[in-house]
T-cell receptor, first 114, second 113 residues
């Protein structure tokens, strides 16, 4: 089983649609969770952190379910500019060392069309 | 404030050649990382550094070497390039590893033929 699994898509949605992405992780000791966005042929950039109580940033809502080891990202009122690959990222337990490894999912491709 | 810069942007190597990918950050971050990203795959950690003079292996270190003589620079050395090293290489930095955002450079697209 992959450490972080995402549905690669692609998701093709019209402008204004609501779309949700899911992600599962295998390490129950994982401590921090993030969604990164990667535009075509560009570097990843942090979209938002994911908190246990769930959090919202404008049109974006992230949820975490530790019991099910599941993370989600909801995008409301999709814009053309939301077209990108969304990477689910999990930070593991440092285990006594000073470093906690980031593990990236393969990404979910979103295309928003007019 | 340029953030994380990488050179070169593109490179084609012949099998067996060597090269160094350069990475510099101007944010005074202690932590720096090298990742590779193969098509349709997530990023894999090659090496990381928690400060000048300290480096350690990530998931896929074979065929690579790093050094960290200053806080700003973290070059990645490829020795005896192989086709399996064809990939996009990203350098990143973060203030610490405790949940802080990692900032990525624009990447180096490397082809080994």
């Amino acid at each position: 089983r992959k450490e972080v699994e995402q549905d690669p898509g692609p998701f093709n949605v019209p402008e204004g649609a609501t779309v949700a992405f899911n992600c599962t992780y295998s390490n129950s000791a994982s401590q921090s969770f993030f969604w990164y966005r990667q535009d075509c042929r560009k570097e990843p950039k942090l979209l938002m952190s994911v908190y246990s109580s769930g959090n919202e940033d404008g049109r974006f809502t992230a949820q975490l379910n530790r019991a099910s080891q599941y993370i989600s990202l909801l995008i409301r009122d999709s814009k053309l500019s939301d077209s990108a690959t969304y990477l689910c990222v999990v930070k593991g337990n440092a285990g006594g060392t000073s470093y906690g490894k980031l593990t990236f999912g393969q990404g979910t491709i979103l295309t928003v069309h007019p | 404030n340029a953030g994380v810069t990488q050179t070169p942007k593109f490179r084609i190597l012949k099998i067996g050649q060597s090269m160094t990918l350069q990475c510099t950050q101007d944010m005074n971050h202690n932590y720096m990382y090298w990742y590779r990203q193969d098509p349709g795959m997530g990023l894999k950690l090659i090496y990381y550094s928690v400060g000048a003079g300290i480096t350690d292996k990530g998931e896929v270190p074979n065929g690579y070497n790093v050094s960290r003589s200053t806080t700003e620079d973290f070059p990645l050395r490829l020795e005896l390039a192989a086709p399996s090293q064809t990939s996009v290489y990203f350098c990143a930095s973060s203030k610490t590893d405790r949940g802080y955002e990692q900032y990525f450079g624009p990447g180096t697209r490397l082809t080994v033929t």
